[in-house]
């Protein structure tokens, strides 16, 4: 794909948001943001690529971009699109949308792709969902992450992110005010970490196997980078939501 760009300019509304993101995670938590995204990468083209495991990731990761000077496009939900005032900021802002389990969801690749063959940078959840691993690791993630940095030869910068899960409930809005106010109170530590981009430079768009093995790579490369954020809570996290539900199914398996 022909990635000649000038580079995709964040609307004012976005930036305005980065900062307003900053701003609410520094009422409910202490945000710490460590490595970086080399400067010339921040304008595009680029994948970032998240670990999911609360509603509140997609303010903290807003924020932790803000501080490394990076104004990402977000492919996000349908359901927040459809909200009345949301759904407008978010498509004025120049976020994707994604239609999951509908046959508009392969659309948001499309587009996706597009918005980066035109230096966009766009934020991507591999897993496809907030994870349901009862420790709270990567799960195994879907290919449209990898299959758009194949298809669009962008780099692609592992996030990885820990704390938000004691923010907001995995069942939020149902329980928001309290967690709210518990975080507000305890003004727990969340910590992002942006890392190596991932070396893909082996495996070639559309040959078989490929998209599984770069999806692999991503998710191995997310989980060594949240190691070190969650060094004292090697295994299990110490802050348990009786609301999320546990799911082994899509447990990830690092491959040799």
Known sequence: MDTEHSGWQPPLIWRAAQLLARALVGAVARLEVTGEVPASLRRGPLVLAANHISPFDPVVLAAACRAVG????????????????????????????????????????????????????????????????????????????????????????????????????????????????????????????????????????????????????IIDAITDNLVPLRSDEPERPRHVDPGRPVDLSRAHRRRA
């Open 70 to 217: 990076v104004s990402p496009r977000i492919m996000a939900t349908g359901g927040l699109f459809r909200a009345p005032v949301v759904g407008t900021a978010m498509r004025r802002a120049g976020h994707i949308r994604v239609d999951r389990g509908t046959a508009a969801a392969g659309r948001a690749l499309d587009d996706a792709a597009t918005a980066v063959g035109h230096g966009s940078v766009i934020l991507v959840y591999p897993e496809g969902r907030i994870g349901l691993d009862p420790g709270l690791w990567p799960e195994r993630g879907k290919t449209g992450t990898a299959r758009l940095a194949l298809h669009c030869d962008a780099p692609v910068i592992p996030v990885a992110q820990w704390g938000s899960h004691e923010v907001l409930p995995y069942r939020a809005p149902k329980g928001l005010l309290r967690g709210v106010a518990r975080s507000m109170l305890r003004r727990p530590v969340v910590r992002v970490r942006f890392g190596a981009p991932v070396d893909l430079a082996d495996l070639t768009y559309g040959a078989p196997g490929t998209a599984r093995r770069a999806t692999d790579r």
